[in-house]
């Protein structure tokens, strides 16, 4: 069997989801398939590049051992509350045991209409895809949590938006697909029964843990704040906007998913926004730890009824929880910047040294990604990325308070230097290096798509050759706007 499925979320009662198998598409063409994900899944990649793989991925073919089926759910989308989504583009094909003893669904996206589709085509664009593959595997190279891609085709059908576009499909895994917004689903049409298997269901697989404590629906909520918590501040160190922190799109598995208008930031600015579909500026980079604290608020509400059979003691209990979130998500927060900074402990005056230089950074108008990976490289070696970046005088002060700052730590400044090489990337997906390689994959050629993707996996490794890669964009090259493209 080329896929050993071990199907789990199938085994829930039917109204957790729609039977549905993926919609046939007209001449589907290999775009990449993702050979070291695909053998921790225990698939052979070979076989997935075969016409027998390529129509499985493009869902011509069901594989022996899927249950196909696309999920529901709700959530609320910029605030706004939807009583039923549901996967309207994807199908979860089945689960598999990786090498890593974790189970991971794989899901096919732009597969075609489900019951779930309203009044949307089913499909996606080949845009959306090739950015979802570029970014969604760079930051899987960044170690941050995500879903990741294990291969991407081509459909051969055209996709209508403001303009008519190729189609594609593109196969996803994920720890799990379920959704805050699949909670909320069941809380909101008072499925208490359905509500507590979901719990039940995200403990074994997600939250083990949980189920040893007193109050294992409890422990899960505050697990999954810990994890967003995690999430959310890793975003912040490398200056990624997700764009559409709706609560369908967070995973209560703590993974990133939904790459669709997002983007990282070039120059440091706090209040960087990209998505078109965002006027209000929702989700904005600076905002984006307040609204995973909204969002795990809409959660807490919809555990109400699990945490206790008393609703009034129910509710406090959310509460006291909630409180915490802003504590952890800072100490989360201060642990990745003092990591970014070289620093293996911490003292009560980091955050405004933090602070500080994040605030030069946004006045001074410079690259985060270069500021942290020049400034990992000043106290040995600076001819690496230099080139690329100097710091202006206006940094002189604060430079001299981390130099002093690092001189209270008990490591070597070699060391410091290795782990903020390991920490702070030369590389990352940027918007304007993304943008050509959906211009290009558009245009039939995918040189780009492959030459981003190989350096993206070793995003920490500085490569003369791919120097270009490492730059910010031109002014004429900026990307000032990123479009969901659904
Ligand atoms: P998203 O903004 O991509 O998270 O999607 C929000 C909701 O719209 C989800 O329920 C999606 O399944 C659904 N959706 C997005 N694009 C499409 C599409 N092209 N066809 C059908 N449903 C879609
Ligand atoms: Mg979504």
């Known amino acids: 069997m080329p896929i050993a499925f071990d199907n789990s979320y199938v085994k829930l009662p039917q109204r957790f989801y729609a039977k549905q198998a993926p919609v046939p598409v007209s001449s589907p063409e290999l775009i990449a398939v993702n050979h070291s994900l695909a053998e921790t899944l225990g698939i052979d990649p070979l076989w997935l590049e075969s016409d027998e793989g390529v129509n499985v991925i493009a869902g011509n073919a069901l594989p022996d051992g899927s249950e196909p ?11 706004h509350w939807n009583p039923r989504l549901g996967d309207g583009r994807a199908v979860l094909l089945g689960e598999v045991i990786a090498k890593d003893g974790e189970r991971y669904d794989i899901q096919l996206k732009g597969s075609g209409i489900t019951p779930y589709s309203r009044n949307g085509d089913g499909r996606a664009p080949l845009g959306p895809i090739v950015r979802e593959y570029i970014v969604s595997e760079a930051m899987a190279a960044l170690g941050i949590p995500t879903s990741r891609t294990l291969a991407a085709v081509t459909s051969g059908d055209a996709v209508y938006r403001e303009s008519r576009l190729d189609g594609a499909v593109l196969a996803r895994v994920a720890k799990s697909h379920i959704r805050i917004g699949t909670m909320q689903y069941f809380a909101s049409i008072e499925d208490t029964d359905g509500l507590k298997l979901l719990v039940d269901h995200i403990i074994e697989r997600h939250y083990p843990d949980a189920a040893k404590s007193d109050n294992p629906t409890l422990a899960m909520f505050e697990a999954v704040m810990r994890r967003q918590a995690y999430l959310v501040a890793r975003w912040q160190g490398i200056g990624f906007i997700h764009g559409v922190m709706n609560t369908d799109n967070m995973l209560l598995s703590g993974e990133t998913i939904d790459y669709g208008p997002c983007a990282f930031m070039d120059t440091f600015d706090s209040s960087a926004l990209y998505s078109s579909i965002d006027q209000q500026g929702r989700y904005a980079y600076r905002n984006q730890p307040a609204i995973a604290n909204w969002n795990l608020t809409c959660l807490a509400q919809s555990l109400v009824p699990l945490f206790d059979a008393d609703e009034e003691k129910s509710v406090e209990m959310a ?5 915490q979130f802003s504590e952890i998500y800072q100490a989360e927060y201060s642990a990745t910047f003092t990591k970014k900074l070289g620093l293996t402990s911490t003292q009560p005056d980091d955050e405004k040294l933090i602070q500080d230089f994040l605030n030069l950074l946004q006045n001074q108008h410079c690259d985060l990604t270069l500021a942290f ?15 690329l970046f100097d710091f202006p005088n206006s940094f002189d002060d604060w430079i001299s308070r981390w130099q002093s700052r690092c001189t209270e730590e008990s490591i070597s400044t070699d060391d410091r230097h290795q782990r903020m090489m390991a920490t702070n990337p030369a590389f990352i997906p940027r918007n304007h290096l993304v943008e050509a390689a959906i211009q290009q994959a558009y245009a039939g050629y995918f040189s780009m798509f492959h030459r981003l993707n190989k350096r993206l996996a070793q995003p920490f490794e500085y490569s003369e050759a791919d120097s ?5 964009p031109k002014p004429e090259q900026i990307v000032q706007q990123t479009f969901c493209g659904t």
């Open 373 to 387: 990976r020049r400034l990992s490289e000043l106290p040995v070696a600076p001819e690496v990325i230099k080139p």
């Open 468 to 472: 270009d890669l490492a730059l910010p």
């Open 319 to 323: 509460q006291k929880s909630l409180a």
């Open 69 to 79: 089926i696309a999920t529901v759910y709700a959530g609320h989308q910029f605030g």
